[in-house]
C-alpha cells in the first residue's frame, strides 16, 4: 500500500506514460442452485451483479504502478438477506526509484477471495455464496539497493515485509506477517563466477511463537559456453519452528540453459534438512505459442503462498510473453494484453491449487503444466497441476495426524480455456475444469468437483460488450455433500476511455 501511494503522489512528476481506464459491467444470473446444496433442498434465485473497475498502467522515469481494483456487488432477488455482498479484489503493483538506481521500494496491496477447504465448494463464480470462501488483504513493502562495484561486483540487499489480514474464514484463522531479509553478492561474467547469499525469514501468527528461517549459502558458477551455466552450492541452515529446533548443512548443484533467447532451462537440486529440496523449469515460447513446465518440492508457509500474486496462472503474464517480440514498449504491451482479454472474454487467471492454511510448515511437492496457444481466429490455454502438502518439523519430520489436523492433501486439476472469433465482433469462449483433493489417512476424505461454461461476447462498439452463456458445476464428496447447478447469465460491461 505504502509503495503504491508513494508511485500515485509521484506521477505528476516524474510519469512519463500512464493510463487510467474505469468500467462498470451489469450481469443478470438465473441459477436452478444459489447456495449449492443437494438436489432435496435447493433453492433457485436471480441474482443481479453490478462491477465497477478501475485499471491503472503507468511506466515512469523511476516509478511504476500497474494492476486493477474490481468491486462486484452482488444482489440476490430471493435470498437477498442472507446472500447480497460485495467482494472486492484488488491487485496493484508499485515501484519508486530513488537515488539514480541505488535505492528502491517496491510494493503490493492484494484483496482476494480464497476458498478454505480443498474439501468444500469452489464454484466457478461469485454467483455462488458458500461458507468456503473468504477474503484475505495482503499488504507487501519491500525496499531495497541493488548496484553493481568497479571490480564488477553485483549486490543487492532487500527487506521484504508482508502483512496478511483475513476475514470471514469459516474456521478460526489467524492474521500473520511476513518478514524477510536476504542479500546476494555475485561476480556472474565471467567463465569462473561465484554468487554469495543469505535469507533471514520469520513468519508471525497471532498468539503463537514465530517461525524462523535463517541460511547461508555459496555457490560457484561456471559457463561452459554463453549458453549453459553449471553451478554448485554449499552452506548452512538454521530453523526455529514451533514443535523442534534443527541446524544443519546444505549442498547443491544446477545449471541454467538458454539455447535460444525464446528457450529457458534450469534445474537444481540441494540437500535441506527436511530431504532432496528441487526445482526444474522448462519456458518456451514462440510468436504463437507459450509452453511452461515446472517441477518442484520445497517448504512454504501459508503468507509466503498468499504473497506471491496473483493467485492462479496469470493469462496476462502469458499473453505478454505472446506479445514480447511485437509489442517492445511494456506499457503498450499491458495495453494490447488487457484489450485481448477484454475482447475474447478471457478469464484474469486459470484455476490453481487452494492455498492451504496452516499455521505450520508446509512440505509441498508440485507438477504444473502450462500451454498457451494463439491463432488469427482461435486461441486455447490450458494448465494442469499436481500438488502434494504435508506439514512438517523443523527436523524433516512429518507431523503426526493430531498436529497435522488434516492437512496433508494432494490437490490435482486441469483447466482450459477456448476462444474462437466467429466474426470481428463476436467471439465463443469456453471454459472447462476438472478438480480433485485427496487426504491421508485416517481421514481419508476424497472430493471431485468440475465445471464448465460456454459464452458469447459481441463487441458492440470499441468500449461496449455485451455476453450471453451458460455454465454447469458440480460436486462429488465422500462427506455426502454433493450438489449440481445449471445457470444461464446475460450481462453488458462499458469501459470509460
Known amino acids: 500500500m505504502v509503495a503504491g501511494c508513494l508511485a500515485v503522489e509521484a506521477l505528476p512528476a516524474l510519469a512519463e506514460k500512464w493510463t487510467i481506464e474505469t468500467s462498470l459491467g451489469v450481469q443478470e444470473t438465473a441459477t436452478n442452485n444459489v447456495n449449492l446444496t443437494p438436489s432435496d433442498i435447493r433453492q433457485s434465485d436471480l441474482?443481479?451483479?453490478?462491477?465497477?473497475?478501475?485499471?491503472?498502467?503507468?511506466?515512469?522515469?523511476?516509478?511504476?504502478?500497474?494492476?486493477?481494483?474490481?468491486?462486484?456487488?452482488?444482489?440476490?432477488?430471493?435470498?437477498?438477506?442472507?446472500?447480497?455482498?460485495?467482494?472486492?479484489?484488488?491487485?496493484?503493483?508499485?515501484?519508486?526509484?530513488?537515488?539514480?538506481?541505488?535505492?528502491?521500494?517496491?510494493?503490493?496491496?492484494?484483496?482476494?477471495?480464497?476458498?478454505?477447504?480443498?474439501?468444500?465448494?469452489?464454484?466457478?463464480?461469485?454467483?455462488?455464496?458458500?461458507?468456503?470462501?473468504?477474503?484475505?488483504?495482503?499488504?507487501?513493502?519491500?525496499?531495497?539497493?541493488?548496484?553493481?562495484t568497479p571490480g564488477n561486483i553485483k549486490y543487492e540487499f532487500r527487506n521484504t515485509n508482508s502483512w496478511t489480514n483475513l476475514s470471514g474464514a469459516p474456521n478460526a484463522a489467524a492474521d500473520s506477517r511476513y518478514?524477510?531479509?536476504?542479500?546476494?553478492?555475485?561476480?556472474?561474467?565471467?567463465?569462473l563466477g561465484w554468487d554469495a547469499s543469505f535469507d533471514i525469514t520469520n513468519i508471525d501468527f497471532e498468539n503463537q511463537n514465530p517461525i524462523r528461517t535463517r541460511l547461508v549459502r555459496l555457490s560457484p558458477l561456471y559457463d561452459i559456453d554463453p549458453q549453459l551455466r553449471l553451478t554448485a552450492s554449499a552452506g548452512y541452515e538454521w530453523n526455529e519452528y514451533s514443535l523442534t529446533e534443527s541446524n544443519n548443512a546444505i549442498y547443491g548443484v544446477?545449471?541454467?540453459?538458454?539455447?535460444?533467447?525464446?528457450?529457458?532451462?534450469?534445474?537444481?537440486?540441494?540437500?535441506?534438512?527436511?530431504?532432496?529440496?528441487?526445482?526444474?523449469?522448462?519456458?518456451?515460447?514462440?510468436?504463437?505459442?507459450?509452453?511452461?513446465?515446472?517441477?518442484?518440492?520445497?517448504?512454504?508457509?501459508?503468507?509466503?503462498?498468499?504473497?506471491?500474486?496473483?493467485?492462479?496462472?496469470?493469462?496476462?503474464?502469458?499473453?505478454?510473453?505472446?506479445?514480447?517480440?511485437?509489442?517492445?514498449?511494456?506499457?503498450?504491451r499491458q495495453r494490447a494484453v488487457d484489450q485481448f482479454l477484454q475482447n475474447r472474454g478471457l478469464p484474469q487467471t486459470l484455476t490453481?491449487?487452494?492455498?492451504?492454511?496452516?499455521?505450520?510448515?508446509?512440505?509441498?511437492?508440485?507438477?504444473?503444466?502450462?500451454?498457451?496457444?494463439?491463432?488469427?481466429?482461435?486461441?486455447?490455454?490450458?494448465?494442469?497441476?499436481?500438488?502434494?502438502?504435508?506439514?512438517?518439523?523443523?527436523?524433516?519430520?512429518?507431523?503426526?495426524?493430531?498436529?497435522?489436523?488434516?492437512?496433508?492433501?494432494?490437490?490435482?486439476?486441469?483447466?482450459?480455456v477456448w476462444t474462437h472469433n466467429l466474426s470481428s465482433t463476436l467471439v465463443l469462449t469456453a471454459n472447462v475444469g476438472g478438480y480433485r483433493s485427496v487426504s491421508k489417512a485416517p481421514f481419508d476424505l476424497a472430493t471431485n468437483q468440475g465445471n464448465a461454461n460456454i459464452m458469447l461476447t459481441s463487441s458492440l462498439s470499441p468500449n461496449t460488450k455485451a455476453m450471453v452463456g451458460a455454465r454447469y458445476q458440480g460436486l462429488r464428496a465422500d462427506t455426502g455433500s454433493d450438489y449440481n447447478e445449471v445457470a444461464a447469465f446475460v450481462g453488458l460491461t462499458h469501459w470509460f476511455r
Do not use: C
Not at 518478514?179 to 567463465?191: N, P
Open 47 to 148: 441474482i443481479t451483479q453490478i462491477t465497477p473497475s478501475l485499471r491503472v498502467n503507468e511506466q515512469g522515469a523511476h516509478t511504476s504502478l500497474n494492476g486493477f481494483v474490481s468491486v462486484p456487488l452482488m444482489i440476490y432477488a430471493r435470498t437477498g438477506s442472507q446472500n447480497n455482498q460485495v467482494y472486492p479484489t484488488v491487485n496493484l503493483l508499485g515501484t519508486v526509484e530513488f537515488f539514480d538506481k541505488f535505492f528502491n521500494i517496491d510494493g503490493s496491496v492484494a484483496v482476494a477471495q480464497q476458498f478454505f477447504n480443498p474439501f468444500g465448494a469452489q464454484p466457478a463464480s461469485l454467483d455462488n455464496p458458500t461458507a468456503n470462501r473468504y477474503q484475505t488483504e495482503t499488504y507487501t513493502i519491500s525496499p531495497y539497493i541493488r548496484g553493481t
Open 179 to 191: 518478514t524477510q531479509w536476504t542479500g546476494t553478492v555475485s561476480r556472474k561474467e565471467a567463465t
Open 254 to 332: 544446477g545449471f541454467e540453459w538458454r539455447p535460444t533467447p525464446r528457450t529457458q532451462v534450469s534445474g537444481n537440486w540441494e540437500h535441506r534438512f527436511f530431504g532432496s529440496s528441487y526445482k526444474f523449469l522448462f519456458d518456451h515460447r514462440t510468436p504463437l505459442s507459450v509452453w511452461s513446465v515446472n517441477i518442484s518440492r520445497g517448504i512454504s508457509t501459508y503468507p509466503q503462498q498468499l504473497a506471491l500474486l496473483p493467485s492462479g496462472v496469470p493469462l496476462s503474464g502469458l499473453l505478454n510473453s505472446l506479445f514480447l517480440g511485437s509489442i517492445p514498449d511494456p506499457l503498450d
Open 352 to 416: 490453481s491449487p487452494v492455498n492451504i492454511y496452516a499455521q505450520q510448515i508446509l512440505l509441498q511437492n508440485q507438477q504444473q503444466i502450462t500451454v498457451g496457444l494463439l491463432g488469427v481466429r482461435n486461441s486455447v490455454f490450458i494448465t494442469a497441476f499436481n500438488l502434494q502438502s504435508e506439514q512438517i518439523t523443523g527436523s524433516g519430520e512429518v507431523l503426526p495426524p493430531a498436529f497435522a489436523l488434516g492437512n496433508d492433501i494432494r490437490q490435482t486439476g486441469v483447466n482450459a
